[in-house]
């Protein structure tokens, strides 16, 4: 067992590990050649521009400033100095109230802590059952004198703990009603606060059934006008266009080419270009290479026009699926929350996403596949919870030295090395285990898509909560009961249900020193390590020097990453329930986590400004989850705290405990009732209002305008722009038929964004094909 | 262990006993003055008049006429010829799906039965696995050679018992969907071909925010002018009139001696008849009857119309809540299914209960009080559940000997006799324990209404639900292992989880005799005693003879009862669960149930087209729960089985029947999306159909006439009849301030019913009023 002086090396260790991260940062964040790692979110807000466009050249990719090494921890107070309004105007809502987890976890541990280590570290400490348990032989450290361990065996000191479990409860429901109505109102006030949306007029509608006399478009607009007459005015059919965004993502590789060449060409006009046809360029015939493209792209586009004409015209190329806009918000609101027909599975309506988080190829499913497919998950999922360890220890058999051997024998010589064998006899089954982890929340995701979920929020939310119960069974419990899930499913089954608490609620004391030190590694470490984007960073340089062909390229290359809800949240859930479980076992626990969230808080922000850019935005539409997780982190520290009782001489405490979790529930129903509609629903009434003020304001507005193409599967947006509307663009950028989606974040329109074929495509068009033609004319001029 | 034989002597009995009360039947329901029990439907209806009024003095009270003893049994087919689309339209679609439910038992369990009959009784009977077990003394009956219980240990003929256990299964969820869908069907049919009414233009608003500016009707007028500005058309708000509605009857009591004493006197002009004033009539000053009840009911008058103003002006007499009607039904639609604003706890909009079953006093209940109060009521129906044993002994204990010794000593003489003595002893305990359970349905349904739902169908729904939980644990599970639920709990919970179903399994077959006797004492000699109405027949003649003044009387003192959905499914649904766990376990146990299902649907077939007369209609809105518990019971079933199997030494079957649970959820998940839908929500095209035929057949229709006063307090409707437009009834009898939910059944307008305070009286009035004043002006003409 670790003493408290263990303790405090490990903490050393970790916080010098955390302080050379953040050294590193504080040094490579204001050289200029890495403005571009450390600064993406400025450029795609147009508000930075590149720093190797001006100036000497070796300032450019140094800074020999002494004065910016001084002030090299001036990142701090900036990352804490703008404003919560100005943030969400900066980032989003859906960033600002992810910063606000970490607020609520100081929120919640700091009263907590004050008063545990006030009351009942003086209770723990001034027992002496460890000094009687010594008599018998136990062995104990100095941190085990600090918590419940100490107490003895039926004292009526447990009482103050039992009295304390309810200040905690209190205080966290406290704080968590607070945060939920706060947030709840954020929310509110951000829908009403922006500016005219497709989404707001539109509601998706799913299951369309079959017509034999219309096509669907026909057959959506026959249906919609005659049960919302008044309110109905256009709708877009979901075409499958999957073939389609093959070919287009095809040619806009070509088109790339093309570019990099002429870009080559106008630099050395002595020689034209050539490329070799084979394989990577590598070998084949060689050929001219713009002339090559040219035709290349000519190609592409004619193949697809006429996967254009076969989609669009083709009655199997529709789905059953469209978007349907209303002449009103409150048209739009009332069809979302509607059933339209008897039959409930036809005419499925539903509030349409963001053009930009719409998940495409989920939009055709049928109601009955939908049923099936999320039972197929739910029993997959199961199994990945319990079963996971059996291909990973298979692929572990695989990777050892006799498993090569066996199933690879050629590579018997390499393998035969002292090294290599120790390599692979030490670090390969770790590897996989690893890397397993490591692609977890991705397999998650794509367990989800599998689902059918029609918008990136929703996915986002399944996979988190799928990764929350991963980590509550393998980590978490499986920290505290060693031995695979499947052993402790296994022992679950087989022992009684009051037993089970007991059985973890003994472990909890013991599993002190581990969580803390996990907390060190993972939390501190981890989020120190966040800062320094050592990935991108890598990356960027790499793709800088030997890939980037263009300023485009550059501005690709440029990854700004963004906060993956459904891979972090479930990881910061890990310290509240840690946090709780621990309050009024080991208190000592607390102050670790109080750090790692306050270090988190101060981390995330400054990224937030300064790096991340999220693809679309749900106005927190996650909260309801986060809430729901920290509430049952709750109920499921109350009902340890009962088992360790048990096992402590105070089973007569229990009645006085159960009261707890049910009046947790209860809380949380009444949270639920109160809060959580904001999260689903478009009320009536604030619908209504926007509708008056913008009649009143705009009176002839041409709202059919505004919203016909808003809902085009972005593949066809890129064409339309591209071929049809080629040249208007460059008159009237403004153009009711391409400005789509305007959000708060409309600097992005000063970039490209290729990140998600899917979901982020609803405006870079635009850019691309403006900076394109330009590109192209000074060409010409030259 | 009962043998075969014993089974045979108990069924005999119990055959015989349900003969005799079906002869009985046959018998008593051929007395002309018997009718009235027997067949009230028909006078409600108005289908049939007094046998009283025409013919001999003596064939009016007894039949003498041979050949109706002759065709004693014709009542059988006369209950099975009616069609359901007939039985429908005459008992309303509620009654007709109640029956549906004993038909659906037939149709799972006649094709089970055969296939266990023609498959498992072979497999079981040809094994002997009893006799090995005879070698080691172990005792056992016939009947357990034709159960599970005969198959060896760890034998493979256990593999039949688990396909049979997928075939039940299979075909219980085949019978169970199409049943959903029809009804589904049946549903939308009934809804869509019921005449306008006035629910299918309201909405009901609880929780209407206070404002200090205006009065509670002007804030909803205002807020749906503005909210919802095409289609509200009117509101009423809902009074807080509990006062005044005792104040109503206690006239109308007065009003009801003050008839008597006129008919009296009528009748014997010679002598003015007098009343003492004191308790009961029994003493006190003699007054004249007739003056004395006059000057009451003018004083009473007074009272209500006083109080009638203070209500309706007072501001404190008018709740935050308003029924708010449209002009169409699809604006109504619209607004149940929408939020209204944001903030979810105000403005609660849900579709409104037919006028007949809201239950008033539960419409101002805030919204944190629904939450506090539905967790209080969970807490004390799980106390109720697993200690409701405790209050009981302790009542026993008081009505033993020695109790009343102690807490009545000046009773001691009387029970120191030895009959009395015995009577204590060995009944009183006995009686307590029945009257409890007796009373049971009542208290749940109690329960319900301080939950605060505010339609009774909604409240009969949950007290089914808690109905049905509390025979599962202390009738099902309590008979298999004996003890109180309480112990069942505490053993629970020091059992592992794969125990349980473990303990119980291996005491399923032994319980099976126990189970059969169950069935038949309960089942057969219960529903033949429900045919012969005796309680019914008692208080009738009863009243008959003692307290029958007037013909009004006479038609109040005909009580024809109705299907108590709380107190009976929950009921039937334990045959379900019976035939479910017992089918592939003790196939003998089967015929048992079906000849339940049979005989049951026979009997209420009949009593619902001769006697039950529903207070309202729900269009079978109670049917999800059905099928829910049915599910339940299925799942429950397989689980069992499972336990059983691995008792058997067939654990290696788990894997395969643990399939069963999971597939069985997943179809429940399926048929709930597929179909419940259409027993929650209005489907907007339905309501738009509706409109439009309306519109097109009666353009000039009315509605607000029409609306105005369909949701008024039943007191205020009574007086409104009885005051101010007293005359312009006899005038005008479809006058539409009256008329208030035309329905299917508006035969009832000739009848009054005053068995339900709340929700019978909607129609009445009329009827009452016309009566009187057509007596008074015949006595006026005198």
């Not at 100095?81 to 609520?104: C, F, Q, T, W």
């Not at 497709?198 to 509608?205: I, N, P």
């Not at 009024?584 to 750090?595: A, H, N, Y």
Request: a neutral charge.
């Amino acid at each position: 067992m670790a003493t408290l002086s263990d303790i405090g090396v490990a903490a050393a260790i970790n916080i010098l590990s955390a302080l050379i991260f953040l050294l590193l940062f504080a040094i490579l964040r204001i050289q200029p050649f890495n403005d571009r790692v450390y600064f993406p979110k400025w450029y795609l807000k147009g508000l930075r521009s590149s720093p190797v466009t001006s100036g000497a050249f070796v300032s450019k990719i140094a800074n020999f400033d002494y004065r910016s090494y001084i002030r090299f921890l001036n990142w701090i107070p900036a990352a804490l100095k703008m404003p919560e309004a100005e943030l969400i105007n900066h980032a989003g809502l859906d960033s600002a109230v992810y910063l606000r987890i970490y607020l609520i976890g100081l929120k919640i541990f700091v009263p907590i802590a004050l008063l545990s280590w006030s009351i009942l570290v003086p209770v723990n400490w001034t027992s002496d059952g460890l000094q009687l348990a010594k008599l018998r032989n136990v062995t104990s450290s100095d941190i085990d004198k600090l918590s419940i361990s100490n107490v003895e065996y039926g004292s009526d000191r447990f009482w103050v703990h039992l009295v304390m479990e309810y200040a905690f409860t209190f205080w966290t429901c406290y704080v968590l009603m607070n945060e939920y109505e706060k947030i709840a109102s954020m929310r509110l006030a951000f829908l009403q606060s922006e500016k005219r949306r497709a989404d707001q007029f539109t509601v998706l509608v799913r299951n369309v059934p079959p017509d034999s006399h219309e096509s669907i478009s026909e057959h959506v607009e026959h249906f919609f006008m005659v049960n919302h007459p008044d309110h109905y005015l256009t709708n877009q059919v979901v075409y499958n266009a999957n073939e389609l965004a093959g070919l287009v993502e095809e040619k806009k590789k070509m088109q790339n080419w093309f570019d990099y060449y002429q870009l080559k060409y106008t630099r050395n006009k002595e020689q034209r270009p050539r490329v070799k046809l084979g394989f990577l360029g590598l070998w084949g015939k060689k050929v001219d290479a713009m002339d090559h493209y040219t035709a290349e792209i000519e190609k592409l586009s004619e193949q697809i026009m006429a996967e254009r004409k076969r989609v669009t015209k083709d009655e199997n190329g529709a789905m059953p699926a469209a978007f349907v806009s209303f002449k009103t918000r409150w048209g739009a609101a009332v069809c979302a929350q509607t059933q339209q027909t008897k039959n409930p599975t036809e005419w499925l309506t539903e509030w349409a996403p963001e053009a930009r988080e719409v998940y495409w190829p989920n939009l055709s499913m049928p109601y009955v596949s939908l049923t099936v497919r999320r039972l197929v998950m739910h029993v997959a999922f199961f199994f990945l919870t319990f079963f996971f360890i059996i291909p990973i220890a298979f692929v572990q058999s695989l990777a050892s030295i006799e498993g090569i051997q066996k199933s690879a024998p050629f590579l018997n010589t390499i393998i035969e090395k002292d090294f290599i064998k120790s390599v692979i006899q030490g670090f390969l089954p770790g590897i996989v285990l690893k890397l397993f982890l490591i692609f977890l929340p991705t397999i998650l995701m794509i367990m989800s898509k599998f689902e059918g979920f029609v918008s990136i929020s929703s996915l986002e939310r399944r996979a988190a909560f799928r990764y929350y119960l991963f980590n509550l069974v393998n980590v978490f419990l499986g920290s505290i009961i060693t031995g695979s899930a499947f052993e402790q499913l296994d022992s679950f089954l087989k022992q009684s249900a009051d037993q089970i608490p007991r059985t973890i609620g003994v472990a909890i004391p013991i599993k002190a020193t581990f969580f803390i030190t996990y907390i060190m590694v993972d939390g501190w470490a981890g989020v120190a390590g966040e800062i320094l984007r050592l990935k991108p960073f890598v990356v960027f340089h790499l793709k800088n020097f030997f890939l980037v062909k263009t300023e485009k390229d550059r501005e690709e290359a440029m990854d700004p990453g963004q906060i993956d809800f459904y891979a972090t949240e479930p990881r910061i859930q890990l310290y509240f329930l840690l946090g709780l479980v621990y309050a009024p076992v080991t208190p000592v626990l607390l102050p670790f986590i109080i750090f790692f969230f306050g270090f988190a808080y101060l981390i995330f922000r400054h990224q937030i400004i300064n790096v991340y850019n999220q693809e679309y935005e749900s106005a927190a539409a996650y909260w309801p989850d986060v809430h729901g997780r920290i509430i049952s982190a709750l109920i499921i520290s109350q009902i340890l705290l009962i088992g360790l009782m048990s096992t402590k001489g105070k089973a007569q405490s229990t009645p006085f405990l159960v009261i707890l979790p049910i009046l947790t529930i209860g809380f949380h129903r009444f949270c639920k009732g109160r809060y959580e509609s904001a999260f689903v629903v478009n009320p009536l009434q604030e619908a209504m209002i926007k509708d008056t003020l913008e009649r009143a304001r705009e009176p002839n507005l041409n709202l059919k305008g505004f919203l016909q193409n808003a809902y085009i599967h972005p593949v066809f947006k890129d064409e339309e722009c591209e071929d049809d509307q080629y040249e208007e663009l460059i008159e009237d950028s403004d153009d009711e038929n391409c400005v789509i989606v305007p959000t708060k974040r409309q600097s992005r329109i000063t970039t490209a964004t290729s990140s998600n074929p899917n979901g982020g495509l609803s405006q870079p068009c635009l850019v691309i094909n403006l900076t394109r033609v330009k590109a192209n004319r000074s060409l010409d001029v030259q």
